[in-house]
């Protein structure tokens, strides 16, 4: 496995690899890598002649006061792992390589950007599509592999790939859990044990949401004031947003039907968590 | 020469071509066809094995009461000079194939739009900077040609072609003139005979400033009161603005050095008119 920081150096190892009428598949990632990241490794290895991990802790799409520099950073675990599960290529650039003095340029979609976490951390996918576009463009990959577990982030990238006419095919794996059902994350390491054990609650919530949907329950506002009730009742945390939306527009619903996001964002001390699952009715 | 309106069809094209190690030349245009633009599609014909040009009105950068609706089109007329230039593959989408039912994406450079006609037109370049990068995506051309007379559009995508990591080659050609100086457009057809006359007096005052700042003046202020005397003296008009710029920053500058760009917008009647030249001191 090679690991690159250069853009002259990916731009020609890819350029011989489309030559060669190889396939590539894609995985971008801020690293700390864990078994969600790697299902999609795996996933990409499966479909693809090869695989390129991307590494790189993307500062604009940081708020301010949030997690930036405390974001835990470890290329040589990473690069273990990433090998492990099947990738040929890690790219992992530093700031100033994506970002030389003077860049302007910005990828924004609008609308499904301004709800859920959008409405939270403004500018933060604005941050994502602009870091993502520009990977898509020096990684040239047929495929590309997300986490279920970012939902919105998903749905924002795979907007901007079909409105910008990127030749791509856009992959969305399942969310990988602990055995509590917790969500994986590598912010999941900033959790102290009392969080930990309580952040099991946020799935349970999930659970206990399509429960009651399962059930017949199509009252939105009911099914999130049992969920809020549990997370409260079951966690020192501060709920930020627990929301049901349209699967398409990610706009609020009153009434379930057709498929919905079942989403939230919970805080744990400074940590904050999301998760989310997918109803039908 | 064949003409597409269908994405799925460009595509289906483009990938052929890419498979076949063929490399693609492509002229952005909005139809309207004149020297300036065949100028274009002959450089791309002498540099590459397939020439592609799109004609498509972009609506997203004509501002509220601008000329979207008025805007000439001729695709006959296009389709036979194009041919004739060294065209294989004329693209002109309709909006709807471009922008469908809820497109929601928009690329944005910074700082390069909002000076010169990027202040008076807000928005415009933003439209400009999305519509090429769809183009791009969906053409994957090598090689890529714009003209000097859009000085700073040609900057503004430059720039994001840098920013983005696009993998082409950006081409910038000689701006082409009528033989009393005008430069070529398509809006010159709506200039009534007194103001086509007038119109001359554009690139009459630019070659004052560069013969001023030949002859050693080196402050900005003169020059450009010089070209207003000039401009409204000899014509009917209403100056937008005439500016000196850094050719990097597109600042306007004080004294003049290195590279400048000298800039012009004037209207005759409804009709914006825009030129500029290079000075170097």
Chains 1, 2 share one sequence.
Do not use: W
Request: hydrophobic share 40%.
């Amino acid at each position: 496995m090679q690991v690159v920081e250069k853009i002259q150096d990916l731009k020609h190892i890819i350029n011989q690899l489309r030559q060669e009428g190889q396939s590539i598949g894609f995985v971008p990632t801020m690293g700390f890598l864990h078994e969600g990241h790697l299902s999609l490794v795996r996933a990409a290895r499966r479909e693809n002649d090869f695989v390129v991990v991307s590494i790189f802790v993307n500062p604009i799409q940081f708020g301010a006061g949030e997690d930036y520099e405390d974001y835990p950073r470890d290329l040589e675990r990473d690069q273990h792992l990433a090998s492990q599960a099947g990738c040929d290529l890690i790219f992992s650039p530093t700031v100033t390589e994506m970002y030389p003095a003077g860049y302007a340029t910005y990828v924004e979609v609008e609308q499904l950007t301004d709800t859920l976490c959008g409405s939270h951390r403004p500018g933060h996918f604005r941050g994502v599509t602009t870091v993502v576009a520009k990977l898509f463009n020096l990684v040239m990959p047929h495929r590309v592999y997300f986490g279920q577990k970012d939902a919105q982030q998903a749905l924002v990238l795979n907007k901007m790939v079909l409105d910008l006419n990127m030749d791509l095919q856009f992959q969305i794996q399942p969310t990988v859990r602990e055995e509590d059902g917790l969500a994986m994350s590598s912010r999941n390491k900033y959790l102290d044990p009392k969080q930990r054990r309580e952040a099991a609650v946020l799935f349970k919530s999930l659970q206990e949401a399509e429960k009651m949907i399962q059930s017949g329950e199509i009252k939105a506002g009911s099914v999130k004031h049992a969920m809020d009730e549990l997370i409260r009742g079951g966690s020192d945390s501060e709920i930020e947003y627990v929301e049901i939306v349209d699967i398409q527009s990610l706009r609020p619903v009153e009434t379930i039907q057709g498929q919905c996001l079942v989403a939230l964002a919970v805080r744990f001390g400074k940590t904050r968590l999301i998760d989310n699952i997918i109803v039908e009715v």
